[in-house]
């Protein structure tokens, strides 16, 4: 089934009595299923066609698929390759339209102590400020960091700016002797590991 005929059978359940294929066409030009649902409620209802009930149902689907990621990592306790996070790291910013950055906190038993998100930036640009990363590691007494952010755009090749903030975050945390684990950069497709393809 195509992005197109998936819209379009929701926005049926939304909005009955219609033909809501014109509008599936419409709305997602120019994006992707993942980034349009991904979107909060209130900018949904503002494109021309979807009111405050098919926003609702829209932006459930994720927050559904969110849930489902979430339920079974709970089952997770311990993280022995970070590689097993990308899932969890894809359902919370992988599909989002802008970049954004997360965490996963681990102790010296590679137990998951702790999850952050970061606020979103633009669809090529975010700032994660280290000092809030090694804020949240301190307060989680974290001694190893999983590190992720998303490209909007679908590349898995990291950027100049990607790797000076890796290498960045790696030296802060050598000082305060929290490793840096991983950095795994995600896509709505995939993700790639920078400790795996030697980018750390």
Sequence with gaps: MLPEDLLELLLCYAIPRGDVKPL????????????????????????????????????????????????????RPICENPEDLAPWFRSVIGLSEEERFS???????RRIVGRE?????????????????????????????????????GSLTPSTQDRELTRRVQQIGESLEIGLVDHLLVTREGHASFRRHGWM
């Design 24 to 75: 599936a066409r419409r709305i997602l030009s120019g994006t992707s299923l993942g980034g349009l649902l991904s979107r909060d409620p209130a900018d949904l209802e503002r494109i021309r066609g979807i009111g405050p009930h098919a926003a609702s149902l829209l932006s459930l689907v994720v927050r559904v698929h969110r849930e489902l990621v979430a339920e079974s990592e709970r089952g």
């Design 103 to 109: 965490a996963v906190f681990l102790d010296q038993g």
């Design 117 to 153: 998100v970061y606020e979103a930036g633009s669809r090529t640009r975010t700032v994660l400020y280290p000092r809030r990363l090694f804020e949240a590691a301190l307060r989680e007494k974290a001694t190893g960091i999983v590190l992720a952010h998303n490209h909007p755009g």
